[in-house]
């Protein structure tokens, strides 16, 4: 929202504003979202969606109030979300597919109206934007940044939310895992994210801290054991690699954080390189592999969740 007009409504003593972007003098229908105001093509809205084509075909009554002539839709949805979704129908640049720039609050925003109202494309590309988020496959969780496809870091709780409250069983293993990364304190009292603190509700909270216990099982149980397995059969060098593998293994058990599937990060593998004869590290490096895809392909059944495929929607 660039620029706005204050006028008022006199069925509500609340000012109302007038979204500039999406106040078209031409049109034919005015939507209210809390105190916002969007003047838009109700041929067009209809157009994109069997929701709103049904709700605009059924007769009004001569009492219907009107804004400048035009029929007056109140939407019970929240005001940015309905902005964003409005501006994604009528700004074909404003909601692109990947890898096209946006925020979680946009992707949400879209999503949940888009699935409320039952606009199929909206809905996809937002899917593909929250798949870009939580990776649908080892490969994709090793390339994925810090601060993810939004360019913010500390969107986790934001997306297991929203997963969450969409049912997105899908996103669910991903998303919790990465909740799960946070330490306790943060899980519990809440994270910074995009201007505010975001609070996770004691369901989630209580379900974290439960199975964050088994994640941090698997770190020392499996993902270590690649240290624990040497010398490997064919060693080159039996007591300097026994003695250089018990000191990683040491090192890492001590690590507090909770995060299996990048404790071992290409960092570390990179600092092991030079204290390894090749046959350990290649063996050390084989073990991690393997333990890595089993924990990746048991995320569902770490979490409690039953799924009959384990991945993200298909694009």
């Known amino acids: 929202m ?28 005015v939507l209210q979202a809390g105190n916002r105001l969007f003047r838009v093509s109700g041929g067009l809205l209809a157009a994109r969606s069997p929701v709103f084509r049904d709700m605009l075909s059924i007769p009004q009554p001569d009492s219907q109030p009107l804004i400048d002539g035009c029929p007056l839709v109140i939407l019970h949805d929240s005001p940015l979300d309905a902005e964003y979704f409005l501006k994604a129908i009528f700004d074909s640049a404003f909601f692109e597919r990947p890898p096209a720039l946006t925020t979680f609050h946009i992707v949400a925003g879209v999503l949940r109206l888009a699935t409320k109202y039952d606009v199929e494309y909206l809905q996809h590309r937002a899917l593909l934007h929250l798949s870009a988020a939580l990776p649908r496959s080892l490969e994709e969780y090793d390339l994925r940044t810090p601060a993810g496809p939004f360019a913010s870091r500390h969107s986790e709780f934001s997306l297991l939310m929203l997963a969450t409250d969409l049912g997105l069983t899908w996103a669910l293993p991903m998303a919790m895992y990465l909740a799960s990364c946070f330490p306790v304190k943060a899980i ?44 490997s059969d064919g060693c080159l060098s039996r007591e300097a690699c026994l003695s250089k593998s018990r000191q990683a293994h040491d ?65």
Request: charged content about 20%; aromatic content about 8%.
């Open 188 to 231: 519990i009292d809440g994270i910074p994210f995009a201007g505010s603190d975001t609070q996770l509700s004691l369901p989630l909270q209580r379900t974290l801290l439960i199975w964050r216990s088994t994640l941090a099982i698997a770190q020392n149980n499996d993902i270590i054991r690649c240290l624990r397995v040497l010398p």
């Open 251 to 315: 090192a890492f058990t001590g690590i507090k954080g909770v995060n299996p599937l990048g404790v071992m990060n290409a960092a570390v593998w990179s600092t092991l390189a030079p204290l390894l004869c090749a046959p350990c590290y290649l063996a050390a490096e084989d073990e991690h592999r393997r333990a890595r895809q089993k924990i990746w392909g048991d995320l569902p059944a770490v979490f409690g969740l039953e799924l009959e495929a384990w991945g993200a929607p298909q694009t």
């Open 2 to 29: 660039e620029a706005t007009d204050k006028i008022k409504d006199e069925d509500s003593p609340q000012a109302t504003i007038r979204v500039e972007d999406l106040w078209f003098p031409d049109h034919n229908l």
